[in-house]
């Protein structure tokens, strides 16, 4: 497949592949696809129960950090762990 972008995006992606941050342009456009399809299954499967147990682990939350019960907490691991258990759930659900 070949496929034409706006010189804006070219650069965009010659400026990554320079950084470092990715090998090649083809790396950089695997990882842009599949952070698109990620962003959708999430939008198929996010249903009203779990916006209800968001909203409510929020609040709590909230009402932690009020009381100033704040822990130190580390934003890759995080992800990690959102993105472990996003694999789990698909898993399950026999999706991939």
């Known amino acids: 497949m070949q496929i034409t972008l706006p010189s804006s995006l070219a650069?965009?992606?010659d400026e990554e592949v320079?950084?470092?941050?990715?090998?090649?342009?083809?790396?950089?456009?695997?990882?842009?696809?599949?952070?698109?399809?990620?962003?959708?299954?999430l939008e198929q499967n996010w249903d009203q129960p779990d916006i209800e147990e968001l909203r409510s682990e929020l609040e709590k939350g909230i009402a932690q950090a009020d009381r100033g019960e704040l822990a130190a907490w580390d934003s890759?691991?995080?992800?990690?762990?959102?993105?472990?258990?996003?694999?789990?759930?698909?898993k399950s659900k026999g999706t991939r």
């Open 11 to 13: 650069a965009f992606i």
């Open 18 to 41: 320079s950084s470092g941050r990715f090998s090649s342009p083809e790396q950089l456009i695997e990882a842009a696809v599949a952070n698109l399809r990620l962003e959708r299954d």
């Open 76 to 90: 890759q691991e995080i992800m990690r762990e959102v993105e472990r258990r996003y694999a789990e759930e698909q």
